[in-house]
């Protein structure tokens, strides 16, 4: 089946500071999504991205659909943004089955 | 609206008890998911129906766990008899059928057995 990889696994920063996120995929895909899990272990949907560019305020994602990656960026990250994301894909013939990565854990620092 | 509704939030119960997770779908959406979250084997698919009917329960770990779906805005995920290794956070997610394919989670169900 379709592989998700994401990096980095953890990631501290102080407040203000910007990240990426990267997700690699071994397959195509037909959905791609982000989520945020917050330290209340709600899962939050971000982007719904399975090619092209998103924005939604400090935060926007790019999906590569030919080269198999999507990039999460957090600008001026804040303390609340500090949680676990999530790069989920459905396809690889495997329709209808969200297949999630490991996730990234963030840690934003006042 | 109202997102995907699940209940209860948090359940505990001992070993042996038959547990019980409800899950109330996005109003128009045809495709309902159930999902488990551990520390060891992440978030993985369990089972999912379409229009009430299940398709794929290839993730279903064991015939102590049973869904049913018997109309468009109610399901359950059963678990009779429950085992400590049962505890996880448990997911429901529902999504449209034709597109887009973006599924939309409820706040999920932390279960513990003692």
């Known amino acids: 089946g379709i592989q998700v990889e994401q990096s980095p696994p953890d990631l501290i920063l102080q407040e203000g500071a910007n990240s990426t996120l990267r997700c690699n995929f071994s397959?195509?895909?037909?959905?791609l999504q982000w989520f945020h899990q917050n330290p209340w272990g709600q899962l939050i949907n971000l982007f719904y991205i399975p090619s092209g560019t998103k924005q939604n305020g400090r935060l926007s994602a790019t999906t590569v659909a030919t080269e198999r990656y999507s990039l999460l960026y957090i600008s001026s990250s804040q303390t609340t943004d500090s949680g676990v994301y999530f790069c989920?894909?459905?396809?690889?013939?495997?329709?209808?089955?969200?297949?999630f990565g490991t996730g990234t854990l963030l840690a934003v620092q006042p | 609206d109202a997102g995907v509704i699940q209940s209860p939030r948090h359940e505990v119960t001992e070993m042996g008890q038959e547990v019980t997770l409800r899950c109330k779908p996005i109003s128009g959406h045809d495709y309902l998911f159930w999902y488990r979250q551990t520390m060891m084997r992440g978030l993985e698919l369990l089972i999912y129906f379409n229009n009430n009917v299940p398709i794929d329960d290839s993730g279903m770990p064991e015939d102590r766990f049973s869904a049913k779906m018997p109309n468009a805005s109610f399901s359950t995920l059963k678990i009779q008899p429950s085992e400590p290794r049962d505890s996880a956070v448990y997911f429901c997610?529902?999504?449209?059928?034709?597109?887009?394919?973006?599924?939309?989670f409820g706040p999920g169900t932390r279960l513990t057995v003692t």
């Open positions: 997610a529902s999504r449209v059928s034709g597109g887009p394919y973006e599924q939309y």
């Open positions: 989920a894909v459905e396809g690889g013939g495997a329709t209808n089955k969200l297949i």
């Open positions: 397959d195509s895909v037909n959905n």
